[in-house]
């Protein structure tokens, strides 16, 4: 990466703080240009190095790129000027022209990473408005793909629906685990068998499928005309695909409304 110093505001929180650790643990930056803002200055992140510091507008002045990693609602209180600064925010709803207008910075990125940062294994979709040289956009790459893989997307609406489908992390599929163990023992299935057979599926399928087409797999199933047939069969009757497509669709709704 290049050789600036990099700030996190809220960098001690579990997101800032997992993309603090996975920069220093790839060596993308030198602990010593890594700083932190953190209300108490202590953590145990200082002993990698990096620098905490508790006052805000202190971060921002030492730093060239500024990762702003806070709750949407505690933005308004932020009172930061990084006008002559990069600001990459992780913010959910929480429009570049307001991080522009509230912060003076011209380069705003938006990114939209998830709860699977904690394994570096999330999806952080990425958009800026703003024209982006080739050297910018490798370096929001490299920042982002620390915590897993990224991909810029073509407008910040896409951000806003992506909040929702994939910063949602693993709550889909925990529902969906959660679902099929209560259904299970609603069955007769003792509580520690159906823990263990919701979670096989859960994560038995999610091996499967990071080399297998999904719909490839569906069509494979549906054809037996089978126990699974009949299971998937009955999802699709309720209108799955559009229940689905309702949930990820209010979680946007929420994230297009803003601070």
């Not at 990698?48 to 006052?55: C, E, I, K, M, V």
Request: net charge negative; hydrophobic share 50%.
């Amino acid at each position: 990466m290049r050789a600036e110093t990099v700030g996190i505001i809220g960098g001690t929180g579990w997101l800032g703080g997992a993309l603090a650790r996975a920069l220093l643990d790839n060596a993308l930056i030198a602990a010593e240009r890594l700083f932190l803002s953190n209300r108490s200055g202590d953590h145990p992140l200082a002993a990698s190095g990096a620098h905490l510091l508790a006052d805000n507008q202190g971060l921002v002045d030492a730093s060239d790129i500024v990762i702003v990693a806070v709750r949407p609602e505690q933005f308004k209180a932020l009172a930061i000027n990084a006008s002559d600064r990069f600001v990459i925010s992780l913010m959910a709803g929480v429009p570049a022209q307001a991080i522009s207008s509230a912060t003076g910075a011209r380069k705003v990125v938006r990114a939209m990473a998830n709860a699977a940062v904690d394994i570096r294994q999330s999806f952080t979709p990425w958009h800026c408005s703003v024209e982006l040289s080739a050297s910018d956009q490798a370096l929001v790459q490299q920042l982002l793909e620390c915590v897993g893989t990224a991909s810029r997307v073509p407008t910040e609406d896409c951000i806003d629906y992506l909040s929702a489908l994939c910063g949602t992390g693993p709550a889909f599929p925990a529902l969906l685990m959660t679902a099929l163990m209560r259904q299970a023992v609603a069955a007769g299935i003792p509580q520690d068998i159906a823990r263990q057979a919701a979670r096989g599926v859960v994560l038995g399928a999610s091996r499967l499928l990071d080399e297998t087409e999904p719909q490839a797999m569906i069509d494979s199933l549906m054809a037996y005309r089978g126990v699974t047939a009949a299971a998937l069969q009955s999802l699709l009757a309720a209108d799955f695909e559009a229940m689905v497509g309702r949930a990820v669709q209010a979680g946007a709704d929420v994230a297009r409304g803003g601070m």
